[in-house]
């Protein structure tokens, strides 16, 4: 089977810094990827792993180890705007024609002030 | 700009009522799919076409169906809709559908079931 587990919520303070972390099992695994969704909005891309490591984007890091299924999304300096709901997704191509995305159930972050 | 449009926002049908939700791109992607999201859950695909092949998800109810008649447009038609089936419906592309490909989300129909 396929799935993924992150935590359902997370709360923080502005200026902050906050990890959500991911584990999944799945076939055809390639790669882990991560949508904000702000409430009552679509998905929004944020970053992608394909390989072990970390890949920074402005104040939004992605790392992925592969050896422990595991990945997590780090967000610095929180801000307000930052609260929203975020998806871990992994790639799957368990069939010959397009990939498909399977989310995780999504992680509530609340930013205080 | 390039983007992912989908019509209407927001759609209220009564039970057992065919509808149809439209997806439209400009970004000349390949692939395009359907996503069912219900409240505080995750998206769910439905079923995606790779160019006019399309691909079902095995746990699609029969009474969702879809429609790509050219490479910008894709309908979801959904014969008999019950209560269950009210949510937000997302519209997604790929350049490819390739490993390394991001998912285009569109803004979503929430869909009301009376």
């Known amino acids: 089977g396929q799935s993924l587990e992150q935590p359902s919520e997370v709360t923080a303070v502005e200026g902050a810094i906050v990890q959500i972390n991911c584990t999944y099992q799945t076939s055809g695994f390639y790669g882990l990827s991560w949508y904000q969704q702000h409430d009552g909005g679509a998905p929004t891309f944020l970053s992608y792993n394909a390989l072990d490591g970390l890949e920074e984007t402005g104040r939004f890091s992605s790392f992925l180890s592969r050896s422990d299924s595991y990945g997590y999304l780090l967000l610095q300096e929180l801000q307000m705007k930052d609260s929203a709901s975020y998806f871990c997704a992994v790639r799957s191509m368990i069939y010959n024609q397009g990939g498909k995305l399977i989310f995780g159930q999504g992680t509530e972050l609340s930013v205080k002030p | 700009d390039a983007m992912v449009i989908q019509n209407p926002r927001y759609q209220v049908t009564q039970f057992g009522k065919p509808v149809t939700l439209s997806c439209s791109q400009t970004?000349?992607?390949?692939?395009m799919y359907w996503y069912q999201q219900k409240s505080s859950q995750a998206p769910k695909l439905l079923f995606h076409y790779y160019d006019k092949d399309f691909n079902n998800e095995a746990d699609t109810p029969d009474n969702f169906q879809s429609r790509r008649p050219n490479t910008s447009f894709c309908f979801l038609d959904i014969r008999s809709p019950g209560l269950g089936d009210a949510a937000m419906y997302l519209c997604?592309?790929?350049?490819?559908?390739?490993?390394?490909?991001?998912?285009?989300f569109g803004p979503g129909t929430r869909l009301t079931v009376l």
């Open positions: 970004l000349n992607h390949n692939v």
């Open positions: 997604a592309t790929s350049e490819s559908g390739g490993a390394s490909d991001t998912q285009y």
